[in-house]
């Protein structure tokens, strides 16, 4: 049955919940009806879609016009439909409803126009179709909004019966207001046609198709080919629209341009070229507006024809507007409200908080004559508060007498002001903001180019943009501009990419290119595993005078990671690092999960100077807006960002605040730290800083973990500065290593049942235990899972027989074998103590090559693997023996990720673990047990948390491979020994039972809970034994211990649950992708043999029959082997006879017949193999432009080769 879901559907829909409602919430209304005649003057029958009746059924109360999400809720035949029979009715009241967005109107009221009559404009839902109606969420929401609106229509109601005409006053909105919902309205309505038109159009041109990804790719966007993809390309192209007729309507009325006349155009492509004609006098009379006016990727984006007579009707609309008339500032504020937040998330567009901006600007920007360029403007918030800084430092300075003006003119300002961003949606809002600052003075044009800002260069001409077509009397070097060189601020907030997505999302070697602009450039160069935001810094540095300053948000990870120490080196070397600050309590990007921090660079060649720099941590414990209040004024608001930041600057020039500072002395440094109820700052010279770093014996920079001059407590120093001469880094008693990465957990990490179903055989799913160790560990081994051999026979015949002597292994006269025990996650570890009953996998250990696994069953799981492909899988691919893996055993097991609990479990007998744990070996057996408590002790995770980071906004504490060896450790061997012992038996009892979070083990929620009888008592007592008798820490400073602990541990986890979790994403349609690119390939392969035979005359020497599945070409020692689903058919010594069968079994042969004349065979797999490389060549091209993500790219790849050889079965 073909259901139909059209307006009649939705109406009935909508007419059962309010009568419902009415119902149910005994609302003051009869009922609503439909099919409701109502009779014109000049006696013509209407009927409108809804009517609700009031309370006695004499008198209908509103009229609903009720439409499909396409029409507008402002649409003009729509709004004069509803009004003509509301007022032929008498109805007070009418809607009109596109079921997103609901208007509601009174019908009369004298000396009023229509839109100052409207009372209430809602957006209800955002829906394309309306058989979404059907959705249960759905239907809460519009059943929700009903009551509200019904609750409202009756009090408009009321109120228009109990009061007098001159009495009775509707509330109205400004013209801004009315005019942005319109507008708003309209792009709701008018995208849907041209996103599903794009979605059709991609099918069919595939040229479209290649400009529609490279453009998304331009934006730093992952193109996932994805219904939201399409909704958001059409929502950016349909506002580029409006902000064009509007921006030229302000055109028109300041130069006298021509009216935009549409009357006579009516298809979409006819609307555009007309359109553009106007748009490109706009950029005649001055080029540098071609960030607005100019065509790039979004102007080809077609126009429906079936929304060209909407479109229509809005221009005229906005042409009715006099600009000049309704004021400059409320046009500006049109442009402000127009996209508002939440949309420019939808465009893709993140917004940088004021309270951040204006930080950033008040310890950068100091003169009100500075130069400023973000080079990654966005829409220009920066920009915009820049231009209003610099007006109220004019404005103080010239108070002071410190400045010779008492305010700057917006001429001047704009060409102070510089803004770089790549895209073209951006860029285009950028100069909006800019200009709507002062409309009337709209010739004034700020310098904001359309840019990849690592293609401009400081001092040198460059386009502002490119132009897709030529523009008639628009020569190319007026689109030319200087980019400064003598900038004294730089600022910005970079795009948010982690290192591994980059050159996913910038392709063509991007990051490569950047690496050696910075290297030409600055001299230096930097990790490959670096950010994009850390080339915005140093690409930036070139732009910038002497004493110049720059201020970047970025993500917080250069503080403490590996490739943080280039960046670490460079700021040092070239400046003076003024402030880093992060925030305890607030995550300043809600929906992007990173965590960051704010930094301030001043620049510097006196190396006196920056040695002598104090660097102030400034960690918040409030948030930004309650420290920095916004203000009623602009000078309110920045005379608030002043005093914070002069505090910040000067708290240790001052005398007063430094008597109340912290002073700290440790490992020959020097701390001051000042706190009050708002924030901490902690100071050190930048020469601690470069010593700390400094390797003596590599005679080079190694960097070192700043992120915890933010967030380390006092005790922290302290118990550095009491243990540095009983200290020792781990990496002195033990070796680290990864576990295993398999690269195919699915095949390698088996359950008991899943082995025992495919027959494994035993030795390589267990492992030969050595006497020694079995005493050892014999009472921890569950009896089911051990196995004895008699005599060691199967031992002689196993793949461990080449490791081991037999002696070495015997037990009794007796092999003993245990299972592959392996951890794969640290939820497995419940105590201190790995207990093997917890573990649910066995891994796979095969040493043996296939020839010598001949006829087992692990082959047949080998085989199987393969045609699954695993092999090729890049980690399998990378490995001698895809299916063989090192074996990585652990003595104790650190954990990689950590959450809530801090331990590291140790095993009694050498355990495996996964990846994302790491093996620990310690290096003598003298101290192990000792080692072992220092490591489970409460300190011990007070340094972890200063250790990791946590960087992705998530929570998890990240511990990378090599920071374990960093941390100290009390070196047993200075620790008397009756304490060892004393500390060994204390813990003998801890590490049995189960670990349970830092809070339960504290006994704390918060740090104000934290004492000492609260603690778990076994604890305790390691903790005292540690903590005193070995540290020399009293009750107090333990007490500094607990509680720094449960506030690390429970700020990352707060914090990390305030992240705005995205909505889940759609599934990607790979089989759509792999169609798209399908279409688009002009090489060609054809069925193999018979295509390549060249009507082959000859004999044949054989016939060979092929099972359907997965064909498999390999060589070992007995020669060449084509297998298939794991049958063999094929093994010899001529390889292009095997690649012959092997071409014909992936073509989908289901037998071949092979040539006897060797010169045919070698011809046909010559030119199938070169038609099949250049095919290859040509897929790898298209995907790499195409599809940006590398994990939708594999999977997409698979299905591309899957269709091309079925449709030559």
Do not use: C
């Given at each position: 049955m073909d259901l139909q879901y059209g307006e009649r559907w939705a109406q009935g829909l909508i007419l059962q919940w309010i009568n419902q409602i009415i119902r149910e919430h005994r609302l003051p209304f009869m009922r609503a009806d439909q099919e409701v005649q109502v009779r014109t003057i000049v006696g013509r029958v209407k009927y409108p879609d809804i009517v609700i009746w009031n309370g006695t059924e004499e008198k209908v109360v509103c009229l609903i016009e009720l439409k499909t999400p396409m029409i507008s809720a402002y649409d003009e035949e729509l709004v004069e439909d509803a009004l003509k029979k509301s007022t032929d009715a008498g109805i007070p009241f009418f809607v009109t409803w596109n079921i997103n967005k609901l208007v509601l109107w009174e019908t009369f009221r004298p000396g009023t126009t229509l839109l100052e009559r409207r009372l209430l404009h809602e957006d209800v839902l955002e829906i394309k179709d309306l058989r979404e109606l059907g959705k249960s969420e759905v239907e809460r929401i519009v059943k929700s909004f009903l009551l509200r609106f019904l609750r409202a229509l009756h009090a408009y109601y009321e109120e228009k019966l109990t009061k007098p005409p001159?009495?009775?006053?509707?509330?109205?909105l400004p013209p801004d207001e009315i005019l942005v919902h319109y507008l708003k309205t309209a792009v709701d309505s008018l995208y849907i046609p041209v996103s599903n038109n794009l979605i059709k159009k991609k099918e069919k041109d595939t040229e479209f198709y290649g400009k529609l990804v490279e453009w998304f790719v331009g934006q730093g966007w992952l193109f996932e080919d994805s219904e939201d993809d399409y909704d958001r390309v059409?929502?950016?192209?349909?506002?580029?629209?409006?902000?064009?007729?509007?921006?030229?309507?302000?055109?028109?009325?300041?130069?006298?341009?021509?009216?935009?006349?549409?009357?006579?155009?009516?298809?979409g492509e006819e609307l555009k070229t007309r359109l553009q004609e106007y748009f490109n006098f706009?950029?005649?009379?001055?080029?540098?507006?071609?960030?607005?006016?100019?065509?790039?990727?979004?102007?080809?984006?077609?126009?429906?024809?079936?929304?060209?007579?909407?479109?229509?009707?809005?221009?005229?609309?906005?042409?009715?507007?006099?600009?000049?008339?309704?004021?400059?500032?409320?046009?500006?504020?049109i442009f402000e409200k127009l996209i508002p937040k939440t949309e420019r998330r939808k465009l893709g567009q993140y917004f940088t908080s004021t309270d951040i901006v204006d930080l950033i600007l008040g310890f950068t920007v100091k003169h009100p004559d500075d130069k400023v360029l973000d080079p990654a403007c966005g829409s220009g918030t920066f920009l915009v508060r820049a231009y209003h800084r610099k007006k109220f430092l004019a404005q103080e300075l010239f108070?002071?007498?410190?400045y010779s003006k008492p305010s700057k003119t917006h001429e001047e300002l704009v060409k102070e002001i510089w803004g770089i961003d790549v895209a073209k949606f951006p860029a285009h809002l950028a100069l909006i903001n800019m200009l709507r600052e002062n409309i009337e003075a709209i010739e004034n044009i700020p310098n904001i180019a359309c840019k990849d800002f690592f293609e401009v260069l400081p001092g040198k001409k460059s386009l502002l943009y490119e132009l897709a077509f030529p523009v008639p009397k628009l020569k190319q070097e007026e689109l030319e501009t200087e980019f400064p060189k003598d900038c004294n601020v730089v600022v910005t907030n970079p795009p948010y990419t982690r290192q591994e997505e980059m050159e996913d999302i910038f392709l063509g070697g991007y990051k490569d290119r950047l690496r050696e602009l910075v290297k030409s450039i600055c001299g230096i160069e930097i990790s490959k595993r670096s950010s994009i935001y850390a080339y915005f810094y140093l690409h930036g540095t070139n732009f910038l005078v002497k004493n110049g300053r720059m201020g970047l948000i970025t993500s917080n990870s250069w503080l403490d990671v590996d490739f943080g120490k280039h960046l670490q080196e460079f700021f040092l070397r070239n400046f003076k690092v003024i402030a880093i600050i992060e925030s305890k309590v607030e995550r300043w990007f809600e929906d992007?999960?990173?965590?960051?921090?704010?930094?301030?660079?001043?620049r510097c060649d006196d190396g006196k100077a920056r040695d002598s720099n104090l660097v102030k941590f400034v960690y918040l414990k409030k948030r930004l807006r309650e420290i920095i209040p916004i203000g009623e004024t602009e000078e309110e608001r920045w005379n608030n960002v002043e005093r914070f930041v002069s505090f910040i600057e000067n708290c240790d020039k001052d005398e007063e605040i430094r008597i109340q500072m912290k002073k700290i002395d440790f490992l020959e440094k020097k701390l001051w730290i000042y706190e009050n109820e708002d924030f901490r700052i902690t100071m050190i010279s930048q020469a601690d800083l470069w010593a700390e770093g400094w390797n003596e014996e590599e005679n080079k920079y190694e960097g070192s973990k700043w992120g915890r001059y933010l967030r380390a407590p006092d005790i922290?120093?302290?118990?550095?500065?009491?243990?540095?001469?009983?200290?020792?880094?781990?990496?002195?008693?033990?070796?680290?290593?990864?576990?295993f990465t398999t690269g195919a957990n699915e095949f390698f990490y088996l359950t008991q049942e899943r082995i025992n179903e495919l027959g494994i055989e035993r030795e390589f799913w267990t492992h030969p235990v050595k006497y020694g160790e079995w005493l050892k560990i014999k009472d921890l081994v569950p009896k089911e899972d051990v196995w004895i051999d008699k005599n060691g026979k199967y031992f002689k015949k196993s793949q461990y027989a080449i490791e081991y002597k037999l002696d070495d292994v015997l037990v009794d006269g007796n092999v003993i074998w245990i299972p592959n025990y392996v951890v794969k996650s640290p939820r497995e570890c419940k105590s201190i103590i790995v207990n093997p009953k917890d573990l649910k996998y066995r891994v796979l250990l095969i040493h043996k090559d296939k020839q010598e696994l001949r006829g087992t069953n692990v082959l047949k799981y080998i085989e199987w693997g393969e045609e699954q492909g695993f092999h090729e899988r890049p980690t399998c691919k990378s490995r001698e023996k895809w299916y063989e893996l090192p074996e990585v055993r652990a003595e104790l097991i650190w954990i990689k990720g950590i959450w809530d609990r801090h331990f590291i479990p140790v095993t009694d007998f050498e355990i495996f673990i996964d990846q994302q744990l790491y093996a620990v070996q310690l290096k003598s057996k003298a101290y192990h047990d000792a080692i072992i408590a220092f490591l489970n002790s409460t300190y011990f995770a007070l340094f972890q948390e200063l250790t990791g980071r946590v960087t992705f906004g998530e929570g998890i504490l990240w511990i990378a491979v090599y920071e374990p060896m960093q941390l100290q450790i009390p070196d047993p061997s200075k620790v008397a020994n009756e304490t060892l012992k004393k500390l060994v038996e204390t813990f003998s009892g801890l590490k049995q039972r189960e670990i349970s979070t830092m809070f339960d083990e504290i006994g704390a929620n918060s740090p104000e809970e934290v004492s000492l009888d609260r603690v778990k008592p076994d604890r305790r007592k390691l903790d005292e034994i540690v903590m005193?008798?070995?540290?020399?820490?009293?009750?107090?400073?333990?007490?500094?211990v607990y509680r720094a602990v449960i506030d690390l541990v429970k700020t990352r986890i707060k914090r990390a649950k305030t992240v705005v979790r995205r909505k889940k994403k759609k599934n990607i349609d790979v089989k759509s992708l792999a169609n798209s690119v399908i279409s688009m390939l002009s090489t060609k392969i054809e069925k193999f043999p018979d295509a390549y035979l060249a009507d082959y005359k000859g004999l044949w020497s054989k016939e060979v029959k092929i099972p359907t599945g997965r064909p498999m070409l390999g060589s070992d020692i007995n020669g060449f082997y084509v297998r298939v689903r794991g049958e063999e058919v094929y093994r010899g010594w001529d390889q292009e006879e095997a690649k012959f069968i092997y071409f014909a079994a992936l073509t989908g042969c289901s037998s071949v017949r092979i040539p006897l004349d060797k010169q045919t065979i070698t011809l046909a797999v010559k030119t199938f193999e070169e038609e099949y490389k250049k095919l290859k060549e040509e897929v790898d091209g298209l995907l790499l432009t195409l599809i940006a993500d590398?994990?939708?790219?594999?999977?997409?790849?698979?299905?591309?080769?899957?269709?091309?050889?079925?449709?030559?079965?």
């Open positions: 001159e009495v009775y006053v509707l509330p109205k059409a929502r950016q192209a349909i506002y580029l629209m409006i902000n064009k007729i509007l921006f030229y309507n302000i055109l028109k009325e300041k130069f006298g341009l021509k009216e935009i006349d549409v009357k006579n155009v009516f298809n706009g950029m005649i009379i001055n080029p540098r507006y071609g960030i607005i006016f100019a065509t790039d990727f979004l102007e080809r984006i077609p126009i429906p024809d079936e929304i060209v007579e909407g479109l229509k009707r809005l221009i005229t609309e906005l042409n009715k507007y006099d600009l000049s008339e309704i004021g400059y500032d409320i046009v500006g504020r108070k002071d007498g410190k992007a999960d990173i965590n960051t921090a704010i930094t301030i660079l001043e922290f120093f302290k118990i550095l500065e009491k243990g540095k001469d009983l200290f020792v880094p781990l990496k002195k008693v033990a070796t680290i290593r990864r576990g005193n008798e070995i540290l020399g820490l009293n009750e107090k400073e333990q007490i500094e590398a994990k939708i790219r594999k999977d997409v790849e698979e299905k591309i080769w899957k269709k091309i050889f079925q449709t030559l079965r």
